[in-house]
């Protein structure tokens, strides 16, 4: 309850709207991800409508202070080098019936790439959990939920819907924003 009249009134103060219906489980993709204030504005987002997100966070910035504040406000630590560890625990989280959601930047924030990162597409398909989009629209300031769909495997109809929803939306950094692909696509 206090998180979200907080997150109520951060975004009000800051003159932030948020739009879209709100998901209760699933794998949510963040995006257009192009600076860490993509990511506190998303969280907000989910706050004001009393969800946490199990956001993924590389394990090197969990230290000192911001390793307190990453773990408060549902971030977890993200083991590159054993992943799968790190996901197999989260999704164990997910067997209630709770609202669950865990976030994932499909691309990097601020590094431009030629394809997204698929861990997003692999888990949901894997665990049957849907996708949710979210989006930061610098410019309109809105931030807020999107579709939320099952993939259907076939990735480059996958990918087409999320072309299709990011195409009018900007992150803090345009520029920084990769154009959703994945390698998988043929």
Do not use: C
């Not at 949901?124 to 809105?142: E, H, K, M, V």
């Amino acid at each position: 309850m206090l998180r979200r009249r907080i997150a109520g009134l951060v975004l009000r103060a800051i003159r932030w709207k948020t739009v879209g219906e709100v998901p209760q489980r699933g794998v949510l993709v963040g995006a257009p991800h192009t600076s860490n204030w993509d990511w506190v504005l998303t969280m907000l987002l989910a706050w004001r409508y009393g969800i946490t997100i199990r956001l993924l966070v590389k394990q090197e910035l969990f230290v000192g202070p911001l390793g307190w504040l990453l773990r408060r406000t549902g971030a977890v630590e993200l083991d590159r080098k054993n992943p799968a560890r790190t996901i197999k625990e989260l999704l164990a989280e997910a067997e209630g019936g709770d609202p669950w959601l865990i976030g994932i930047a499909a691309e990097g924030t601020r590094s431009r790439g030629e394809y997204w990162k698929s861990g997003f597409y692999r888990i949901a398909r894997q665990t049957g959990l849907p996708i949710t989009l979210a989006f930061l629209d610098a410019p309109s300031r809105t931030v807020g939920w999107g579709p939320t769909f099952h993939p259907t495997g076939d990735v480059s109809a996958d990918m087409d819907v999320l072309r299709e929803f990011y195409a009018d939306k900007t992150g803090f950094k345009p520029e920084g924003f990769t154009p959703p692909r994945l390698r998988e696509e043929g």
